[in-house]
């Protein structure tokens, strides 16, 4: 009889590039599959270590990948063929597999660093949660577990944090970092006089004192960096001009002069001087045959020479280096590409003189010049540390980043003001050292009316600076602003060594729905005669719109409760606040009332006073009107009533026509004349004339014919121009008739026609005079 053996089944890890095994342990759970020799076998498994070819066994489908977490230090996977065909299984295989759990990673690293930290700890061991103290304690499963990173803030501060994993059944090992954090250790805007980065102009970015410059002869090069007209070369006569003001002239004790120079010799980087004396000015020789005749010179000189020349070989011909000077009551140092190459006690004050700053030209005696390229030129009234000096040349290249992606907010909107928000920026870092803490990035602020100030390129030429730059600087109120006026707004940020991020554009147009504002709402007549008049207002003010352009527009009708722009309008808009009315659009002594509109630019609209006006009649101001159709004043008041600041105060008083008992309502007086005979009524008006009221003796009553006119329609005179406290009801009274001691009077209505009435009732009158 011939015995067959099931061949083994073979139990392979899957290869996960992300979970090699250290020290033939895992970090995280692997995957496995079993393989069988002959396709008729059947496979069958465990995870737990026991024999699968008992009760716990697991079938195997073929080419499944099979999950062994983890999470302790060890897990065995068994595996058995079966063959149906002579029921036969095969002997076990077996594979063990080891497990560890990673320890805790620290980002980034214990450091000493001038800006708030952000920590985040990590495993390689997917599944393991850690645990950190910060009390100096050693963590376990009952510290403090992380999950999200930890904030380090603060000056002064100093951390250590410690940290393990557990994964499962495993713990790692306790890894421990130290974290300081010093904000005032550096800080490149302190005492900062003048700053040149040459962004495309000569202008001070200090953001302090505007010491801008005027260049001469200039040309335009790239950077250290690359960047296309970034930097100006200094070549035969070309210089930069800056004008005295108080910050350069205050530079007596302390001073710091750096720059970046590319240099062919020679060169003269910048003095404040004249042929005859100089303030100070920093000048490298670097054409001498011996390395001890080569300098670089700090000093000034009035009557009497200061200074000292450091005596070292500095030069670097055509190649891009950093140069520092400093001076204090200590002395001087010459730094070189952020290293202290020169050091020199002498103590010494630079005497104030009026001479103007010189960029790459030095006049004391023979003029000379520059024969390099200069950039990002620096100018400090003190003297910058050795850490300062290193933070300078340890320049980062790459701008802040705009918090929030650059997203800015506008707020509190009115008509003419607005306030831009933005998130904080944060500094990064290519090249350099040196990061600048987000509590030392500077802010500028740009506006224009048209979308070009969105790029580094455009927003200097283009933009109008709303705010210098600012430190911290995180929202701004602007005021001004115009209604119905696109705006468009942006910030630039800027680290400590003049990398420059912007933000996005944001626009906003203001809708301006404030009408003008008409203090005073009165319509006056003025300069009347036969054919024309003129009508006045006070000029209107507007929260958004200028005076000289808000816009007024003259209405008139035949009815004084038209609305809004109902009636006829004279055309084009007025800017001033008077316009003349001619008859040939009314008709003379007939009533019609003025209104008149302001708009602003937004079309808010305002109304002054309906006013009622009549051509060729004019009220004098002083208690009469004059009819020059007529010919003829009327009193504005009636008998009884008192003219006081522009109205007719008190109530009338009633007169008879005529006295009946003394029977001279028979004065044989016929109403179409002028006469009066010896009524009341005309006692009345000739009372007038023994005071000379108003300056004149002949007051007398109207007849019919003066007062018939008045009346021609319901839109009359009598109820614009005369007083209003005579009503409709009551009448003007005019002559008696002669037929008759009872007989009738002609009186005139106030709201139009005539009426015969008893001679001897009694009505309101009013007296008129010939010119």
């Not at 970015?205 to 005027?214: F, L």
């Not at 600087?473 to 119905?484: F, H, R």
């Not at 109820?719 to 009872?742: D, E, K, P, R, V």
Request: a negative charge; charged letters at 20%; proline letters at 3%.
């Amino acid at each position: 009889m011939i015995s067959i053996e099931i061949p083994l089944p073979e139990i392979k890890i899957v290869a996960d590039p992300n979970n090699l095994p250290v020290n033939e342990k895992y970090y995280n759970s692997v995957r496995v599959v079993i393989e069988a020799t002959n396709s008729e076998d059947q496979i069958y498994f465990s995870k737990d270590g026991s024999d699968p070819i008992g009760e716990n066994r697991i079938s195997y489908e073929k080419g499944k990948e099979i999950e062994i977490i983890g999470g302790k230090s060890s897990e065995t996977v068994i595996a058995r063929a079966y063959r149906p065909s002579i029921d036969k299984w095969s002997s076990p295989s077996e594979l063990k597999i080891s497990f560890d759990v990673s320890h805790p990673e620290f980002t980034p690293k214990g450091n000493t660093y001038n800006t708030d930290k952000t920590i985040q700890i990590s495993s390689k061991s997917n599944k393991a949660k850690c645990y950190y103290t910060q009390d100096n304690s050693d963590p376990s499963e009952y510290s403090t577990y992380y999950s999200s990173g930890i904030e380090i803030t603060g000056d002064g501060t100093n951390i250590t944090i410690k940290s393990m994993c557990i994964w499962g059944d495993l713990k790692s090992n306790t890894v421990s970092e130290e974290y300081t954090i010093d904000y005032q250790s550096i800080d490149l805007w302190n005492g900062i006089v003048a700053y040149y980065p040459f962004n495309g102009n000569v202008k001070d970015e200090s953001g302090v004192n505007n010491n801008d410059g005027v260049s001469y002869n200039l040309t335009s090069v790239s950077d250290r960096f690359g960047n296309i007209g970034r930097s100006y070369n200094f070549i035969g006569n070309s210089y930069i001009s800056v004008n005295d003001s108080e910050s350069l002239k205050s530079l007596n004790n302390e001073i710091t002069i750096s720059s970046w120079v590319k240099s062919l010799g020679n060169y003269y980087l910048l003095a404040k001087t004249s042929q005859l004396s100089y303030q100070y000015r920093v000048y490298n020789l670097c054409g001498a045959l011996t390395t001890e005749s080569k300098y670089i010179h700090l000093g000034y000189y009035t009557n009497t020479y200061q200074g000292i020349n450091l005596y070292k070989d500095l030069c670097r011909n055509n190649e891009w280096v950093h140069i520092a000077i400093t001076h204090d009551n200590y002395g001087t140092k010459f730094y070189l590409n952020g290293q202290l190459e020169g050091d020199n006690s002498t103590k010494f004050n630079f005497t104030s003189d009026d001479n103007p700053l010189e960029i790459g030209r030095d006049k004391h005696g023979a003029t000379e010049y520059s024969n390099s390229t200069l950039d990002e030129i620096r100018i400090y009234n003190r003297s910058l540390s050795e850490k300062e000096i290193s933070a300078l040349y340890s320049f980062n290249d790459s701008p802040p980043t705009p918090g929030n992606n650059g997203i800015i907010s506008t707020s509190n909107i009115s008509t003419n003001s607005m306030t831009l928000t933005w998130t904080k920026a944060s500094d990064s870092n290519s090249t350099g050292e040196y990061l600048t803490p987000q509590n030392k990035l500077q802010y500028k602020v740009f506006q224009s009316t048209s979308n070009n100030i969105s790029s580094l390129d455009t927003i200097d030429s283009n933009g109008t600076v709303l705010k210098n730059w600012t430190t911290g600087l995180q929202s701004l109120d602007v005021t001004g602003l115009n209604s119905g006026t696109s705006y468009y707004f942006n910030v630039l940020v800027r680290d400590e060594h003049g990398n420059r991020g912007i933000y996005s554009t944001v626009s906003y147009s203001i809708t301006d729905t404030i009408p003008p504002l008409v203090s005073n709402k009165s319509i006056t007549i003025t300069n009347v005669t036969s054919d024309s008049l003129v009508i006045n207002w006070s000029q209107a003010t507007d929260n958004s719109t200028p005076q000289n352009m808000l816009r007024y527009y003259v209405y008139t009708h035949i009815n004084s409760t038209f609305t809004g722009s109902g009636g006829h309008n004279f055309g084009d808009p007025l800017y001033n606040t008077s316009f003349k009315l001619m008859n040939n659009y009314f008709s003379a002594e007939k009533s019609y009332y003025v209104k008149v509109i302001v708009k602003d630019l937004s079309n808010n609209t305002s109304e002054y006073n309906v006013t009622p006006f009549v051509i060729g009649i004019e009220d004098k101001n002083d208690g009469s009107i004059y009819s020059y159709s007529k010919n003829i004043y009327f009193l504005k008041c009636s008998q009884g009533q008192i003219f006081i600041n522009g109205v007719c105060d008190g109530s009338p008083n009633y007169f008879y026509y005529c006295k009946t008992f003394s029977n001279e309502c028979n004065s044989n007086i016929n109403w179409l004349l002028n006469g009066q005979g010896d009524s009341s009524v005309y006692k009345t008006c000739s009372d007038l004339n023994s005071i000379i009221y108003l300056g004149k003796n002949n007051w007398r009553v109207p007849n019919y014919n003066e007062l018939s006119y008045i009346n021609v329609d319901l839109y009359n005179n009598a109820n614009s121009l005369f007083s209003n406290q005579i009503y409709a009801s009551t009448y003007w009274s005019s002559n008696a008739m002669s037929n008759g001691a009872y007989g009738l009077a002609i009186a005139v209505k106030i709201a139009g026609g005539s009426s015969s009435t008893d001679k001897r009732d009694n009505y309101y009158v009013r007296c008129v005079r010939d010119p």
